[in-house]
């Protein structure tokens, strides 16, 4: 079964604080991405990776970076944390290809709070 | 632009009711793929099936059904004979030719015992 693990469950930080939320896959997916859940507004992309070092912005990128260093991680940055960024984030992974219609798989997600 | 809606936001049944889950499309496309999701409380999205446009067969898998009509843009899910586990956010969620899910907002079952 593939496997995608995010390092932390919840997470409480405060404003102005630079954050790193983890995802690692363990089934050498091509494709990962970073996600955020928002009550009525179901998951919203905010960035996706194809590749090591290479990331394409999503519906809602501002505020946040990526870094994809090597194949089975891809980190999520919030450079200056702000409290609008609160919210439940979710890393997800596939198999590559334009065509593919491969399912993407999930983490269990990471509860954010910003103070 | 593609759209994907769930126009119940909340179902509440008892158990043993049959629940169905409605979900409406939008896309210019004529090649494209639907997918639904459940997340328990426990956060995971779990995977539950995928169609592609040129399949309009329906399909079962357990108590679990799925109607698929180009017609009417939808891609309707059925629950048959609930049960507590049912309890669960699903997702109805849009993908092109490319990477992108486009998900609706998700609809929120409850099934009370």
């Known amino acids: 079964d593939v496997k995608v693990t995010q390092s932390s469950r919840y997470l409480v930080k405060r404003t102005g604080e630079k954050v790193f939320l983890e995802c690692v896959q363990d089934?050498?997916?091509?494709?990962m991405f970073w996600y955020r859940q928002d009550p009525g507004l179901g998951l919203r992309l905010i960035y996706f990776s194809y590749d090591v070092k290479m990331k394409e912005k999503g519906d809602i990128p501002e505020g946040y970076s990526v870094s994809r260093e090597k194949k089975e991680r891809f980190s999520l940055i919030l450079e200056s944390a702000s409290t609008n960024q609160t919210s439940m984030y979710l890393c997800a992974s596939s198999l590559r290809g334009f065509r593919s219609y491969q399912p993407q798989h999930f983490g269990d997600g990471t509860r954010l709070s910003i103070l | 632009a593609q759209k994907v809606t769930q126009a119940q936001t909340e179902i509440s049944v008892v158990e043993k009711e049959d629940v169905t889950l409605d979900c409406v499309y939008e896309?210019?496309?004529?090649?494209?793929?639907l997918f639904w999701y459940k997340q328990p409380p426990s956060g995971e999205l779990v995977f539950l099936i995928r169609r592609n446009s040129f399949d309009e067969q329906n399909e079962i898998s357990g108590r679990y059904s799925w109607n698929f009509q180009k017609s009417t843009s939808s891609f309707n899910f059925t629950i048959t004979a609930s049960q507590v586990v049912d309890s669960a956010v699903y997702f109805c969620a849009l993908r092109l030719n490319d990477y992108k899910l486009s998900f609706g907002a998700g609809t929120t079952v409850t099934v009370r015992a």
């Open positions: 089934m050498d997916h091509e494709n």
């Open positions: 896309t210019r496309d004529t090649t494209y793929y």
